[in-house]
């Protein structure tokens, strides 16, 4: 069992940034592909970016050029670096952990709330 804690959320002005963080508890943290997601009351939640063990990267359209996603396998650590903030970001924020060699383990976090607001 992994588990994963986040940190980071918060109130944030529009064109604003916030850093979440998410930390996981396990001694193979390279053998997991990490992501975030996001989910808005009333919407399903959906992916905002992902980065594999070896670095490779994607992202939702809707926040390419303003999101970046990294991870730093020496802490067990993937952080999610928010610029430019919009409204429209306003969810909750979740970690994702998917062990790439065995795909029936996947972990998610409790979630961290961004507030994009004036």
């Known amino acids: 069992q992994v588990q994963l804690v986040e940190s980071g959320g918060g109130l944030v002005q529009p064109g604003g940034s916030l850093r979440l963080s998410c930390v996981a508890s396990?001694?193979?943290?390279?053998?997991?592909?990490m992501a975030w997601y996001r989910q808005a009351p009333g919407k399903q939640r959906e992916l905002v970016a992902a980065?594999?063990?070896?670095?490779?990267?994607n992202y939702a359209d809707s926040v390419k050029g303003r999101f970046t996603i990294s991870r730093d396998n020496a802490k067990n650590t993937v952080y999610l670096q928010m610029n430019s903030l919009k409204p429209e970001d306003t969810a909750v924020y979740y970690c994702n952990a998917r062990n790439v060699f065995q795909t029936s383990q996947v972990y998610w976090g409790q979630g961290t709330q961004v507030t994009v607001s004036s």
């Open positions: 396990t001694s193979i943290f390279s053998n997991y592909a």
């Open positions: 980065i594999t063990g070896g670095g490779r990267i």
